[in-house]
């Protein structure tokens, strides 16, 4: 699924002006965040996590450089705790205001559909570090059920299952990175056996700046691959200027810029207008990635 960006009317826009943190307040009642850590009973990488994905936590510094957070950041965090605990997703709930938090104190939450068995191992086996056991499942998965399939109903989910499992802090952020690595290994050497397609659409692949997300953009390009479509991929973290240019140099027909799920409607729609305007007026940008929802409420 992905968002069709037209061209802008060529008009004199107002200059953007960058977002600023939000106001510290006084840091004489602003908790060390080892203490907000032991308060909370949250992971200083869930903290960490949360404020690049979602923009909140927002802490200060203090004078050592060492992260601070407010009273009211803190009781928010205690109460996103809480509905955590009652089985709500992080994603659901982190980015609320308080109010809103506390109006879900209490409600049932329906138990999530249980994953399929072939997901449900894979999960346990990256979080017993059983690297070599993980290789050889997914391996044996992707011989069994064809590429298309594997992609669609085994490592996008499994994908999505091991995220949830790091924000919700029953596994660590280096595990979902080892389990990053093991799946593009496995999608490299299943690159090197395709050939591209004569005469087949070429289009460009790229994330943002700040965005890492080099799984997403292997997975989008096999899944391109199987529908006939050749892929220039620039690779994760590309600034705006780099892919127009790229773009014109080899005169693809579609520009695909692929988000995270973390990053904020207003971040969003600041890459996307940079984009927009540096791409030639035909040519067609669509945005893509976890992200797609939030992107729908962007300005752009």
Known sequence: MGILIKAPTRRTDPGLSLAMPAASGDLRVSLHIREVVRITGLRREQLYMWQRRYGFPNPARDGFGDRVYPPDQVARLKVIKQLLSEGWRAGAVVPLAESALQSMLGIAVEDPLPLPSEIEAAVKL???HRVGEL??????????????????????????????????????????????????????DVTRLVRPTRNASQILLATPPNDPNQLGLAILELLLFTEGINCLTLGSGVPAQEVAGAAHAYKVCLAILLFDRGISGKI??????????????????????RAVNELRKASV
């Open 268 to 289: 969003a729609g600041q890459e996307i207008r940079s984009l927009r305007t540096a791409l030639p007026e035909d040519m067609p940008l669509v945005v893509s990635g």
């Open 126 to 128: 990256l979080a017993e």
């Open 135 to 188: 290789q050889n499942h997914l391996s044996k998965l992707l011989v069994g059920q064809g590429l298309r399939r594997f992609l669609e109903q085994t490592l996008i989910p499994l994908n999505e299952a091991v995220h949830e499992h790091v924000v919700r802090g029953d596994m660590q952020n280096f595990q979902e990175l080892r389990f990053a690595d093991i799946a593009q290994r496995l999608l490299r």
